[in-house]
């Protein structure tokens, strides 16, 4: 099976926010976002995997800042590490200045995705290999983002996550 770096598998996917896609102050809804946001993942998980690849599970997005009507966003995901028949899939959005030429980081989401074929059945995914100094941070996150987010979908115990200390403390 080929090995894929996190560079094989950018997306980049531009809209231009219109009045129709806000709330009444002129802000985007977040729900069109996240549309986007899931799109734009998982057309990186395809790149990666060359498989119809079904979205497991987006964990915590918090809008940091308003996206305004007139708003050029930019959405580029990438995948930052494979593992048995998922894969993790970041997505940042960056809020661009046509003027400037500014791009401002709005947020950073992970989304996981499963690979499938036609009947459903789950296939194992290419092995990912991080090239720079960002891609092997985000490759050895990824292993506690998963431990979490499996918890969290109660696929996990939590004395089966590593460093893990009962009771937590919040
Ligand atoms: C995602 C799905 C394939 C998982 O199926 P499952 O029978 O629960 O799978 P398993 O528990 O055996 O796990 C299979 C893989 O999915 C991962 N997974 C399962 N639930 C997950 C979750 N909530 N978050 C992240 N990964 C998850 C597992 O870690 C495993 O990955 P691995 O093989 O790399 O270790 C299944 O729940 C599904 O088809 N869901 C619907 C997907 C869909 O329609 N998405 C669009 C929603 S609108």
């Known amino acids: 099976m080929k090995l894929k770096t996190p560079q094989d598998s950018i997306n980049i996917h531009t809209e231009l926010i219109m009045p129709g896609q806000t709330n009444p102050l002129g802000n985007l ?27 497991a599970s987006v964990d915590n997005v918090s809008f940091r800042l308003p996206i305004k009507v007139g708003d050029v966003v ?3 995901s990438f995948a930052t590490r494979a593992f048995n028949t998922s894969l993790e899939i970041c997505c940042e959005v960056y809020i661009h200045n046509p003027r400037t030429g500014e791009d401002t980081l709005s947020h ?11 009947n ?7 092995t990912l290999s991080p090239l720079t100094n960002r891609d092997k941070e985000l490759f050895e ?3 506690r983002r998963r431990e979490f987010r499996l918890f969290l979908a109660g696929k996990l115990k939590a004395n089966e996550i590593k460093g893990f200390k009962f009771p937590m403390e919040f």
């Open 29 to 55: 809804m977040g729900g069109n976002l996240l549309s986007w946001m899931d799109v734009c993942c998982g057309i990186s998980a395809l790149k990666h995997c060359g498989t119809i690849c079904v979205t």
């Open 74 to 76: 930019v959405l580029k």
């Open 141 to 143: 996150s990824a292993m």
């Open 120 to 126: 459903g059945n789950r296939l194992k995914v290419p």
């Open 108 to 118: 950073t989401a992970f989304f996981t995705f499963v690979s499938i074929d036609g």
